[in-house]
């Protein structure tokens, strides 16, 4: 990241992957890997992620008016994840748009993310507020650029997004024992079968690539 920081002031994530599919060895295309990896980060998120109930009422109430709602973010991972985020919180019919660093390589903590989300959408600064739990890149960038910031930190919720975060219990909770479910239902050897999966993969590549021809397997008691 620090590398491509030099080029990018959020760089894709794409890119940020083909540099470590660059740095191993792989038994798969560099596209299956940054597949993947991406697969796996959005797995991660959702398992430290909730709804914030007091705000998605309050933004559903500003529909009702007719007002527009956008996510701005600055995020490493694309905005096409945010479709799964968005409805793992229950408000996807809230949103009318979403804005990504990533995506746009332009962000909030440098504040040209603001006049890009200004014309693509059409609306005057003046006539927008900005919601954020950063007084820098969502209030002050904000207001340089003409929106009134508006700094909405909700602690409660802080303290258990990080705690869940930081514990995992969200994600062992919910990823993993589903992962485990399917993997029992439909595979002779239950959540063992991604660890042999993995050995078994790169054991035919690093074989393809000696030459050999015959392999004996022992193993003890198994």
Same mark, same amino acid.
């Given at each position: 990241? *620090?590398?491509? +920081? ?16 660059? @740095?191993?060895?792989? !038994? ?8 993947? /990896? %991406?697969? @796996? ?13 007091? %705000? ?6 500003? #529909? ?12 490493? %991972?694309?905005? *096409?994840?945010?479709?799964?985020? %968005?409805v793992n919180a229950g408000c996807d019919d809230v949103i009318? !748009?979403v804005f990504v660093s990533e995506d746009c390589n332009k962000?909030?903590s440098g504040g040209n993310i603001y006049p890009y989300v200004?014309?693509?959408?059409? &609306?005057? @600064? ?7 739990? *950063?007084?820098?890149?969502? &209030?002050?960038? /904000?207001?340089?650029? !003409? ?17 869940? +975060? ?11 024992? *589903? ?13 063992? =079968?991604?660890?042999?999966? /993995?050995? =078994?993969?790169?054991?035919? /590549? ?7 021809? #015959?392999?004996?397997? &022992?193993? +003890?008691?198994?």
């Open positions: 990241i *620090s590398l491509l +920081r030099k080029e990018y002031e959020e760089p894709p994530y794409s890119l940020v992957m083909g540099k470590v599919y660059d @740095a191993l060895e792989c !038994g798969i295309s560099k596209q299956e890997f940054v597949n993947q /990896a %991406l697969e @796996a980060d959005v797995s991660i998120e959702l398992g430290c992620q909730y709804g914030n109930s007091h %705000l998605i009422r309050f933004l559903r109430e500003a #529909k009702k008016r007719g007002q527009r709602i956008y996510v701005v973010s600055d995020f490493y %991972l694309p905005q *096409s994840v945010y479709k799964d985020f %968005l009318d !748009g962000t909030k200004l014309e693509s959408i059409g &609306v005057s @600064a003046s006539d927008c507020v900005m919601f954020g739990d *950063s007084r820098h890149s969502d &209030v002050k960038q /904000a207001e340089k650029n !003409g929106i009134r910031g508006m700094w909405y930190f909700p602690l409660k919720h802080k303290i258990w997004t990080n705690m869940s +975060r930081r514990l995992k219990m969200d994600y062992n909770n919910r990823i993993q024992p *589903s992962l485990a479910g399917h993997l029992y239902k439909n595979t002779l050897y239950d959540e063992y =079968a991604i660890v042999l999966f /993995a050995f =078994a993969q790169k054991l035919v /590549a690093e074989v393809k690539k000696d030459g050999v021809r #015959k392999l004996a397997f &022992v193993s +003890r008691g198994g």
